[in-house]
């Protein structure tokens, strides 16, 4: 998230996540036909948008060793791994500067502690938000060369054990593009998508963005396409940006939900966003697709499932999409999704939260 103090969503974004809390334990529903893996049911874990500060590293060790205590597939880390620039130049002793060389090596030790195979996929605090820095001068697209040298072992994973991935890199079109991974357990496809929080960056840089997010959206119809061709129980997408998808919502389902947040309303034209071709290309990608899809992504802040993508063609939310936000700062969490065969619906998810992270315990 580009500051974890002042607030950056558009409206809708804020006002539904201001009110998206949901049970502990779900399943996620929808309308997909019951289709079996080819292989048997395992479990992952998605954790995200920590570690911000100093304390908060403690409990981000307290987060690691619950994950190493089960039994996952891997661990995905949805990105921002340090803190935003600016509260830091506030206060320099919160955290570790943010983008440096040592923060870096910090974080990929906590990454090669992990027992499973860990993937990351960058958020915004991770190198675009290098352009708030004002009391010195960081280069946000040196930072980002420096962030794929250090995360992205050729076709490989980091953790104490090692999963085979394929890297976009592979196509000459987009050799930079080391961090947008893709690979299959038991038969189900996932792949992560390198689009981040703060706008995606397009403020800073429209070049950048626009050849990363045109990366990303050919990534992720690779991602459809492969699925389809492996006859693949469904799809993850992992990405660190929240995409706005309230912003596509009608003005009728928008109203029902800013009436929730006091003195709110829903704007009569949702504003423009930078993802808005990112989310064009994957509804076109939902209109063909029937099998469930899981889209993880953190930025938000806000521990949430639901239903949050618009069909323009029913008006009505595609029931075989859905969305999972991890916990992110200043919760310390994690999310542990079970996939299930038998489970028409496929994904099972449970929060986990470490019972020395909780708010309740450590107020009493």
Not at 36 to 58: K, L, N, S
Request: proline share 8%; net charge neutral; hydrophobic share 40%.
């Amino acid at each position: 998230m580009s500051n974890p103090i002042v607030g950056r969503r558009p409206f809708i974004a804020r006002a539904v996540g201001a009110i998206a809390a949901l049970p502990l334990v779900q399943a996620c529903t929808g309308t997909a036909p019951r289709q079996t893996a080819r292989g048997g049911g395992f479990e992952f874990g998605i954790v995200g948008d920590i570690p911000y500060t100093r304390a908060q590293e403690a409990e981000y060790a307290r987060v690691m060793d619950d994950i190493n205590a089960r039994e996952l597939a891997f661990v995905a880390h949805i990105g921002d791994c340090m803190f935003d620039p600016r509260p830091y130049e506030r206060d320099p002793a919160l955290a570790r500067m943010p983008m440096t060389d040592e923060n870096y090596a910090y974080v990929l030790g906590t990454f090669q502690s992990c027992r499973h195979p860990m993937v990351l996929t960058p958020g915004d605090n991770d190198w675009s938000d290098a352009v708030y820095f004002k009391k010195i001068k960081v280069d946000p697209l040196e930072r980002l060369q420096k962030l794929r040298a250090t995360f992205y072992p050729r076709e490989g994973t980091l953790g104490q054990r090692s999963m085979a991935v394929q890297s976009q890199s592979r196509d000459p079109a987009h050799a930079r593009f080391v961090e947008n991974l893709t690979w299959s357990v038991q038969g189900l496809r996932f792949a992560t998508l390198h689009i981040v929080g703060s706008d995606d960056n397009a403020q800073t840089s429209a070049e950048e963005h626009r050849t990363r997010q045109a990366a990303a959206i050919a990534w992720m119809q690779r991602a459809f396409a492969t699925a389809k061709a492996e006859t693949s129980a469904g799809l993850v997408l992992i990405s660190h940006a929240n995409p706005d998808f309230e912003n596509r919502w009608t003005r009728s389902y928008a109203s029902r939900y800013a009436r929730s947040v006091r003195g709110a309303e829903a704007p009569q034209v949702p504003p423009a966003t930078p993802y808005d071709p990112f989310l064009d290309a994957l509804i076109e990608q939902m209109q063909n697709y029937r099998l469930p899809v899981l889209y993880v992504h953190g930025d938000t802040h806000i521990y949430r499932t639901g239903k949050p993508l618009l069909n323009p063609k029913t008006q009505r939310f595609f029931e075989n999409l859905t969305r999972l936000e991890t916990f992110g700062w200043p919760d310390s969490g994690w999310v542990r999704v079970a996939v299930n065969p038998t489970n028409p619906q496929l994904f099972e998810i449970h929060p986990e939260m470490p019972r020395a992270n909780s708010a309740n315990h450590q107020a009493t």
